[in-house]
């Protein structure tokens, strides 16, 4: 699948944004000084900037404001209408907690379940593609869902760290371990489930089996096309191994090691540590997109 | 909503007879032809006259070679366009209400008005049958030429799609596959009409008729430039001995 940037962006950001949203209404963090102002507005930045990213690869942005009404049968309608809920819940939640100095867990709560709902509804467009079993036949929502968590973890350290308040690194280091955990999980799940897995052979694409082995002999165009570009990507998968230990290293180990490390030299190594997982993740996610095949492929005899 | 019809009163689709399909792309031509105007966008073309010409189509010809585990290889001619699908997964997940399956005659359309262009559909078809034009920015689908099926301001014979009107093999065929009489569907029953990809639950409304086994010789003539020998008759036979029986100088 082509690895849109705005799509890469979006999915890491609004991720990362929703997982603190996520701690914070839960009631994460110091309630005094300059935490709840940084830490606030660190998510609700992230968050933003994320849905800013998202429309960037839209033919018609004037029709973006339709994808809130089909949230009774589609993924990325849902997704839309509950992360413009959570941003609502969570903006209350922190201005209350900023100009009043008051925290309502109720409220909170609401917050972190629309935010952690987001994160679900994000995963479920891709995990319910039969066309791609990389993403349907993985644990793809649990993958999304603990990288948001542990991320906002992460986040919420770094606002700490920012702020000069205490960060709760132990629990950030142990996050950090089960998403790296799960990551690979479905790195595992991955690497069995190319399209065969669905099934789907270039035989039941043309129902010709009976016959004998296909292949194409020739395309029906001399160019490339939309569906080309779109669903048969195939740059740069053979730098797959490298990039993958790359985005792991920055993803997970890196942040683990200096998250262990704020414990002893205090939070504002958690700052490092969440731009590096940023970068890192930019990269797995990169892959999560570059290294999907989609069985349309198997008419041009392509994976 | 985009949410599937639990039934269609018809389920108009195409039945494709590969058996007969010569691979010429009529059935391609004439569809962007009939689609480039009348409704909504036109089907837009990149570097048309240039090095790499690409464009919007809503129906494309493969050509694939079959190879049996003996004998020889054979060639198949694959017309492939939106197959209509009963359980369409790009109509559920559409996020704006564009995509749709009409009730009444079981047609996938998109609603150009409402299209945001995101790709979730396309990404969602596992048969390539939609395209988003780059210069309208909305996805493009087959329409079944609903401009022409039900248009009383053509020719009867004309209201067909397109695509059925152009092919001079007689490869593809319209009508109502919901219908158990119909002559679509007594085609499909007799010849055994199949499902692309059954494994992907999309349950295709649009049937393909399997190539039919091609004759197989026993032995190979002994002399295959025997059978091309002329036998001429006639004054020229007469002509041919009498040259003969003259023979060559020297």
Known sequence: MHPAPSIIFFTVLTGLGLGMMTWLGLGLGPDGGAYPWVASALALALTGAGGVCSVGHLGRRENARLAFSQWRS???????????AAMAAFGLYAALWCFAGARFWGLGLIAAGLASGTIYATAMIYAQLRTVPRWRATPTAAMFLAAGLAGGLLGAGAAA??????????????????????????????????????????????????????????????????????????????????????????????????????????????????????????????????????????????? | MTALPEATHRKLGLVIDLDICVGCHACAVNCKEWNTGGYGAPLADIDAYGAEPEGT??????????????????????????????????????????????????????????????????????????????????????????????????????RVPACVRACPAGARHFGDIGDPDSEVSQLVSERGGYD???????????????????????????????????EAKGFLGWLDAALGALGRPG
């Open chain 2, 57 to 158: 189509w809503l129906n494309r010809i493969h050509t694939f070679e079959v190879t049996p585990d003996t004998g020889p290889a054979q060639i198949v001619h694959f017309p492939k366009s939106c197959l209509h699908c009963e359980d369409a997964p790009c109509v559920t997940v559409c996020p704006t209400g564009a995509s749709y399956k009409r009730a009444v005659d079981g047609i996938v359309l998109v609603n150009e008005d409402a299209c945001m262009g995101c790709g979730l559909c396309a990404w969602a078809c596992p048969y390539g049958a939609r395209e988003l034009d780059p210069l309208a920015g909305v996805m493009k689908k087959c329409t079944l030429c609903i401009d022409r099926i039900y248009n009383e301001n053509l020719p009867e014979e004309d």
């Open chain 1, 74 to 84: 589609s993924w990325l309608s849902r997704e839309a209408c509950l992360m413009l």
């Open chain 2, 196 to 230: 692309l990809m059954p494994e992907q639950g999309t349950r295709p409304v649009n049937k393909y008729l399997p190539p039919r086994p091609r004759d197989r010789h026993e032995r190979a003539p002994a002399r295959l430039a025997a059978l091309a020998d002329p």
């Open chain 1, 161 to 303: 760290g920012l702020t000069g308040a205490p960060a709760p690194a132990g629990w950030t280091a142990l996050a950090l371990l089960a998403a790296a955990g799960i990551a690979v999980w479905w790195q595992t799940e991955a690497a069995g489930a190319r399209r065969g897995a669905q099934g789907s052979t270039m035989e039941t694409a043309t129902g010709l089996g009976f016959m004998g082995r296909v292949r194409l002999l020739e395309a029906p165009h001399t160019g490339s096309n939309y569906l080309l570009r779109e669903m048969a990507y195939q740059v740069a998968r053979r730098r797959a191994f490298e990039l993958r230990r790359l985005g792991a290293v920055l993803g997970y180990l890196a942040p683990l090691a200096l998250t262990l490390l704020a414990l002893a030299l205090g939070s504002w190594l958690m700052v490092i540590a969440l731009i590096a997982h940023v970068a890192g993740m930019l990269a797995l996610r990169w892959l999560f997109f570059a290294e999907a095949e989609h069985v349309q492929a198997l008419y041009y005899g392509r994976r």
